[in-house]
């Protein structure tokens, strides 16, 4: 009986040692897209909750998380209240690293139909705007700049376009 029980504690031992050795992250900033000013308390989330932090008053983060046994690609999602989330994934192979951000789009139906000529032959319904914000820059850190959520205010600008045509 002491003999199973001293392997199931070793066994139990060896794989909780185990979840530790490999560990992702990054730092960075995050600024907003229109007045270029850094974001503070904005949430940082790595590989879906290894690792969330906030940013501090000057924009800046620093989130690291252990991926127990295997080399994982971090994801990371960042939203504030106000802004449009954003997320990226960075990708390593040999000495390169590749990102994709997540994009994604909203269908928002306009209150009126938006006509193109005078026989009404030609109109538009509505428009898709933007869920999430998309710009970044890489130098030393990770800089990623959130865009201010306003759909009523993308919409007025598309229909607003569309008249100018």
């Given at each position: 009986?002491?003999m199973?029980l001293l392997?199931?504690?070793?066994?139990?031992?060896?794989?909780?040692s185990?979840?530790?050795?490999?560990?992702t992250?990054?730092?960075?900033?995050?600024?907003?897209?229109?007045?270029?000013?850094?974001?503070?308390?904005?949430?940082?989330?790595?590989?879906?909750?290894?690792?969330?932090?906030?940013?501090?008053?000057?924009g800046?983060?620093?989130?690291?998380?252990?991926?127990?046994?295997?080399?994982i690609?971090?994801?990371?999602?960042v939203?504030?209240?106000?802004?449009?989330?954003?997320?990226?994934?960075?990708?390593y192979?040999d000495?390169?690293?590749?990102?994709?951000?997540?994009?994604?789009?909203?269908?928002?139906k306009?209150?009126?139909?938006?006509?193109?000529n005078?026989?009404?032959?030609?109109?538009?319904?509505?428009?898709?705007?933007?869920k999430?914000?998309?710009?970044?820059?890489?130098?030393?850190?990770?800089?990623?700049y959130l865009?201010?959520?306003?759909?009523?205010?993308?919409?007025?600008?598309?229909?607003?376009l569309l008249?100018?045509?």
């Amino acid at each position: 009986m002491n003999m199973k029980l001293l392997f199931l504690s070793s066994c139990l031992l060896f794989m909780m040692s185990c979840g530790e050795f490999m560990r992702t992250g990054m730092n960075g900033k995050i600024i907003d897209k229109e007045t270029g000013k850094p974001i503070s308390d904005a949430e940082v989330n790595l590989c879906e909750g290894l690792d969330v932090t906030s940013t501090n008053k000057d924009g800046y983060f620093e989130v690291h998380g252990k991926t127990g046994a295997h080399k994982i690609d971090p994801i990371v999602v960042v939203t504030k209240d106000g802004y449009k989330p954003f997320q990226i994934k960075i990708s390593y192979s040999d000495d390169e690293s590749s990102y994709s951000v997540k994009t994604e789009t909203k269908w928002i139906k306009y209150k009126d139909t938006v006509f193109f000529n005078s026989e009404k032959t030609s109109f538009l319904l509505g428009v898709d705007i933007e869920k999430w914000s998309q710009d970044f820059a890489i130098s030393d850190t990770l800089t990623i700049y959130l865009t201010k959520e306003n759909d009523k205010k993308e919409v007025e600008q598309s229909r607003d376009l569309l008249k100018l045509h």
